[in-house]
């Protein structure tokens, strides 16, 4: 069954042209009918950062969307939920919160959690979503599209782990701390999520292996959505270089058979692949996906030090915040080092989760073998 995702060229964050972008997205691939229903807009606040930095989802983007669901006749609510930052400080800080008031809708708090169930889950029965999920007849993921250390690329579905509240997503690490577990967790939660339509913020995107919270602003110049999560995600990784079947999470979702059977039922419309294709996007490559799986133990401990980064900390660069201390799911980091600024202890012990590296605001953490 063809499942469609719309390309439109936008290259500045000029309101009107994004506007008009979107309009023209949601006539080529309109999403559900909203009239009526309250929709939940989930825009990406890794953690609170200048727009220009494309850590988080351009604040224009989110209140032309805002502006487009309430001229459809529905109430929007939008929040997010940052790992380490208040949501509504977050949204404030990064110019969001105006952006949703200022075209019809409003900020809810992601602080409180009810239990969401799972049915056919891999591995999870169940989810805490941040309580206005209940609230909501439609789901929208808002997300940008970054490289990403620990899953290689992160857009509209693993943008919906900001329905976890705060420092549970540390927890979620803890309890999924294999790659291919954890990428089985975000598909199940997809599933739970049920979100029916996505758009993703690719004018200026994040490359490089600092992704997704210190890597390198790349212009792309372009917007997409579609009504089909996997599909964009799909399409989107494709242009800017990834081979999808390759990014664990996505090959996941596609072995499900919920959304897609197969790559080739995807259909673009709008502007030309070619048009929007970027061939200098730096991808983050995963260079032994399953070689601990394949290895003896003795020889399995060994890869794992060749092969998997580890967080290495900048003492020059930490100015003793926290927030790694306060994220990392083993509780193995302290502000103990030299001046006090933060030191992994244990080497051994870390999950190489990288929520340490994401969340931090200082680019102190660089991830390196050995």
Same mark, same amino acid.
């Given at each position: ?316 660069? *930490?100015?003793? =915040?926290?927030? %790694?201390?306060? &994220? /990392? +799911?083993?509780?193995? @980091?302290? #502000? !103990? ?12 012990? *870390?999950?190489? =989760?990288?929520? %340490?590296?994401? &969340? /931090? +605001?200082?680019?102190? @953490?660089? #991830? !390196?073998?050995?």
């Amino acid at each position: 069954m063809t499942t469609t995702v719309a390309l439109q060229k936008c290259s500045e964050y000029n309101f009107d042209d994004v506007y008009k972008s979107i309009q023209s997205l949601m006539s080529l691939v309109p999403p559900p009918d909203v009239k009526g229903k309250t929709v939940l807009l989930k825009p990406n606040i890794l953690y609170p950062k200048k727009p220009e930095l494309a850590v988080c989802t351009h604040p224009v983007v989110v209140g032309a969307c805002v502006k487009c669901f309430v001229e459809m006749g529905a109430t929007v609510i939008v929040g997010e939920s940052p790992a380490i930052a208040n949501s509504l400080s977050a949204a404030k800080s990064t110019g969001m919160y105006e952006q949703v008031v200022n075209n019809g809708g409003e900020w809810v708090e992601f602080n409180k959690h009810i239990v969401v169930p799972c049915e056919n889950g891999k591995v999870a029965v169940q989810f805490n979503f941040a309580e206005p999920f209940a609230r909501a007849d439609v789901v929208v993921s808002l997300s940008k599209l970054k490289s990403h250390q620990l899953m290689t690329y992160t857009g509209a579905m693993k943008n919906l782990f900001g329905l976890v509240v705060g420092l549970e997503k540390a927890q979620c690490h803890y309890r999924f701390d294999d790659k291919k577990d954890f990428a089985a967790f975000l598909i199940d939660l997809n599933i739970s999520a049920k979100a029916s339509y996505a758009i993703m913020d690719a004018i200026v995107g994040m490359d490089g292996p600092g992704g997704p919270g210190s890597g390198d602003p790349i212009k792309l110049g372009f917007l997409a959505a579609s009504d089909n999560l996997l599909a964009l995600d799909w399409e989107c990784a494709s242009l800017v270089g990834y081979n999808p079947h390759k990014i664990v999470y996505l090959e996941d979702a596609l072995d499900r058979g919920i959304w897609l059977k197969s790559p080739h039922d995807i259909k673009t419309v709008g502007v030309l692949e070619s048009e929007v294709r970027n061939t200098n996007f730096k991808i983050v490559k995963d260079p032994s996906p399953n070689l601990q799986r394949m290895l003896p133990p003795f020889l399995s401990f060994l890869a794992k030090k060749v092969f998997v980064k580890t967080p290495h900390f900048i003492p020059e660069k *930490c100015m003793k =915040c926290g927030r %790694c201390v306060q &994220i /990392c +799911p083993v509780h193995k @980091i302290e #502000l !103990k080092g030299k001046n006090g600024t933060a030191t992994l202890e244990e080497k051994d012990a *870390c999950l190489h =989760c990288f929520c %340490c590296h994401e &969340i /931090c +605001p200082y680019s102190a @953490i660089k #991830l !390196k073998r050995f």
